[in-house]
Structures are given as structure tokens and as C-alpha cells.
Nanobody, 118 residues
Framework: QVQLVESGGGLVQPGGSLRLSCAAS????????MRWYRQAPGKEREFVAT????????NYADSVKGRFTISRDNGRNTVYLQMNSLKPEDTAVYYC???????????WGQGTQVSVSS
């Protein structure tokens, strides 16, 4: 059974930091590109960051470039999103995604809430 379980969300003040984790199981994690997306209230889900199956390449949405860092540990089947200098506009539910074009497989986690407010 495929599972992606996000954790690490919460309430943080502007300028603060959070580290999200996504633990994967039920598929060969090291063969999948991993991505983070987010969805703010009343808005569509948007891309945040991606990392290749072996840790590269990485790519970021312009809105988070220089503040967020995506990484992965294939030994732990986990992908991370380090979020620094958080802004109120970063408030959203953050979702983990696993994608393999060759297999035609695309998996989603249940999301974790990040709220940035003073």
C-alpha cells in the first residue's frame, strides 16, 4: 500500500522557519522524482519544489527561491522541505508528491498545514 505521510507543519511567525518531512512507503522511493506543492484557501494547488530521484536536479517556484530548500534521504525514504524566512503568503496546506513518468505513477500525501502569522 502506497503511503506518503507529511509532518512538520504548524504555526510560525513571519521570518521563522519550519522543516517539513514526507515519509514514503509502498513503492521504490529512489526511483521517483519528489515534489512539494501547496494550496492556499481559495486558490489552486501550486508547485513549490522538486528533486530528482538521486538528489538532483532541484527546481523551485520563483516565490520560494532562495528561502526554501528541498532534499531527500533515499536510505530513509524521506523527502524534506526546509522553509526559512517564512511569509504570511506561504500559509497553505503543503502536499508531498511522488512521480515517475516511466511507470506512469503519481502519488499524493494527505497534506500538512503551514500557517504564518504574528
Amino acid at each position: 500500500q502506497v503511503q506518503l505521510v507529511e509532518s512538520g507543519g504548524g504555526l510560525v511567525q513571519p521570518g521563522g522557519s519550519l522543516r517539513l518531512s514526507c515519509a514514503a512507503s509502498g513503492f521504490t522511493f529512489s526511483r521517483y522524482t519528489m515534489r512539494w506543492y501547496r494550496q492556499a484557501p481559495g486558490k489552486e494547488r501550486e508547485f513549490v519544489a522538486t528533486i530528482g530521484s538521486v538528489g538532483s536536479p532541484t527546481n523551485y517556484a520563483d516565490s520560494v527561491k532562495g528561502r526554501f530548500t528541498i532534499s531527500r534521504d533515499n536510505g530513509r525514504n524521506t523527502v524534506y522541505l526546509q522553509m526559512n524566512s517564512l511569509k504570511p503568503e506561504d500559509t497553505a496546506v503543503y502536499y508531498c508528491n511522488a512521480w515517475n513518468a516511466g511507470y506512469g505513477m503519481n502519488y499524493w500525501g494527505q497534506g500538512t498545514q503551514v500557517s504564518v502569522s504574528s
